[in-house]
């Protein structure tokens, strides 16, 4: 293996990489050779993706079943799973049912019974997992969970007291008929239904009952150590309304009954070419957002079948929508339970991110740093994410700090970087904020920052319409001396320039997920990047036309050609018998251009590495077509996040690239988004990018799991380097 690039094996020469057919010339031999070959290729039936993503989460579970993560952790993995399924049944799946109703659309029906299949199957495996696995070894170290059969005398007691004093007065329970009809039931609120005996207080016989659970009442309970002989006891809210849900009914009997949770449709839809004001227009979507179309329905593996089948009539759910539980119906709640448990041994060994001391001294100017020494490059959360806080502030700070523009995703609802933003308007500095407020699930929070922002005057853009801006940029530009002896020497005022100052990134503006995620955050004076990046604020802002950028490459108009291009690149490197090397490293590979051009590219003998977290439709190892092609995926402590992707087409150091991206390889990335990729041209840096986040990710044996051509994963080993783990310890 090469000291200087990601590993392969050595290339064989093999056919010319053929384009994709959509873009081939009509006119000669050679046109014509290149489209029966990309035809070949079109036969190879990609993976489906929410198959895909259903795969990815069962590679998540796996890690609770894993005896050496934590045991905290390892219930945290159970509950990342329901997070991540959550997502996928309010975006996913409910986009899935829309492209079934869409003619010409490609999925049927049958397709997305299949996705329900294997829903169901991962669901029914994690339950098994949560409760003959996890829950077990959580009491065997002391930590219980008790129902009421399983409590004592003194814990009944003071459970009936929490539920009279905390619960029982902020439940409204609603006897349906027709004056008290099915009740709206918001997304993935907790509830009961009960049916009922006997006559109500009227004299009639209303047997269906609902009871709606507040969000603010607290879904794990832990139970007063002195009760509990010497264990770490807690009880469950479910529990604690099941054992009284008759003291909601007084009078009448409680004859069935079960928890029950609806998720919906939670894509916001808004017509941006037919609103005055996209803000406002979110805002009032925000409040229907809890009201959308169901897509599932769980209830209660013991929910008996006519409540089952009155549920679904209100939903007006099939039953293939219908999930039956063995335990809790949102253990995303079970957060609450690893909070709360005093067992620090259980978790994680705390790990604290380093400050890059060697490359960015304490109390130095960052902005110095950067004029004479060079860029610098952070790979969080390995190392510290402070910098980029530090970076801000000190332009907030700084008198020669003129302007500060920045993009906004994902920041949170608290947040360092948006406080600092405020107060670099406060101070009379021109502060433009790109805010995107279509980014899923944030919608609220950036909302909120938009009004603060433009209440202190700073000047706050949505990017452009119809696509969704998910660039990473921090772009200052300050005012500077122009180093000189001609005019201090003669007394005269000094003259000034403007210089600008960069942070990229491949990752969120987000301090807080900047310690879970990895990612790469590139610090830089460059002349030629930063002038790239202010046109792209230039562009977002104005949305007028603009020259090709010369350094960055930018979706929606260069990124999908660039890639394609390099591609195409290796692969006739490698149909002349050159070196021929491709490693990318995403979260998701789903763009089908891209797809076939790497297929066609190991046909001719490259060699190809994707590391890809998530979904991947690409099918390795397929005999005739992706002979060449390895797709591992890692799971570890971290969640993989960073964009990585390097090309080799040739022997010589100008066949060579590396960039760092913030889009993942999908349509929506290359052509509904505002991205950037940027190229690592210092070499030191390029190869310390290959050294981390793509070498030991190829040898990683712990972490990491294989595609098979099936669709299938394979965990590589139960043991040997993790790549994560080597990080740690190199910046430990």
Known sequence: MSDRTPSAAKPTPGAALARSASRLPRDDDRTRALREKATQTARLNLLDRERSLIQFNRRVLAQARRADVPLLERLRYVTIVSSNLDEFFEVRVADYIEAVRQPGSGITQADLEAVARAAHELIDE???????????????????????????????????????????????????????????????SLNFIARLDGRDAFGRENSIAIVKVPRVLPRVIRLPDNICDGRQGF?????????????????????????????????????????????????????????????????????????????????????????????????????????????????????????????????????????????????????SFEPVVQFLR?????????????????????????????????????????????????????????????AVGAQVVYGVVGLKTHAKLLLVTRREAVSGKGAAAQGQPAQTRLRRYVHLSTGNYNPKTARLYTDLGYLTADPGLTADADAVFLQLASQGLSKPSRHLVTAPFQMHKRMLRHIRQVGEAAAAGKPARIVAKLNSLTDPGLIHALIEAGRAGASIDLVVRGACMLPPGVPGFTENIRVRSIVGRFLEHSRILYFRWGGGAEDEQLYLSSADWMSRNMFRRVEIAWPVRDPALRQRVIDEALVPYLHDTADAWELEGSGRYRRVGEGGPSAQQALMRRYT
């Open 394 to 454: 000190e332009a907030v700070q700084d008198p020669d700090v003129l302007a500060i523009k920045q993009t906004i995703y994902r920041t949170g609802a608290q947040s360092v970087l948006m406080d600092l933003l405020i107060e670099a308007a406060r101070r009379g500095k021109e502060v433009l904020a790109v805010v995107e407020l279509k980014a899923r699930f944030d919608e609220e929070a950036n909302i909120n920052w938009a009004e603060r922002l433009e």
């Open 235 to 383: 009880v469950l809210l479910t529990s604690v309304i099941r054992a009284h849900l008759h003291a909601l009914f007084p009078g009448r009997r409680v004859v069935a009954f079960s928890q029950f949770r609806v998720t919906r449709d939670s894509d916001l839809e808004v017509d941006e070419d037919d609103v005055t004001n996209l803000r406002q227009a979110l805002r009032s979507g925000l409040t229907l957002r809890h009201f959308g179309q169901a897509i599932r329905l769980e209830v209660v593996s013991t929910c008996p079948e006519d409540l089952q089948r009155f549920l679904l009539e209100q939903f007006g759910l099939p039953e293939v929508a219908l999930y039956l539980v063995n335990g809790p119906v949102n253990l995303v709640r079970l957060n609450q339970l690893i909070d709360q448990a005093g067992a620090d041994r259980l978790r994680f060994a705390s790990f604290e991110p380093r400050w890059p001391e060697g490359r960015l001294p304490r109390g130095q100017s960052i902005f110095t740093r950067l004029r004479e020494d060079g860029d610098v490059l952070l790979h969080h959360p390995f190392e």
């Open 126 to 188: 994690q339950y098994q997992v949560f409760n003959d696995e996890v829950m077990p070894a959580l009491e065997a170290e002391g930590i219980v969970v008790l129902n009421h059969a399983q409590r004592s005398d003194a814990q009944r007691e003071w459970v009936a007291r929490f539920f009279e004093s905390q619960v029982q007065p902020l439940l409204v329970p609603l006897s349906l008929d027709p004056s008290h009809p099915f009740p709206l039931v918001a997304n993935k």
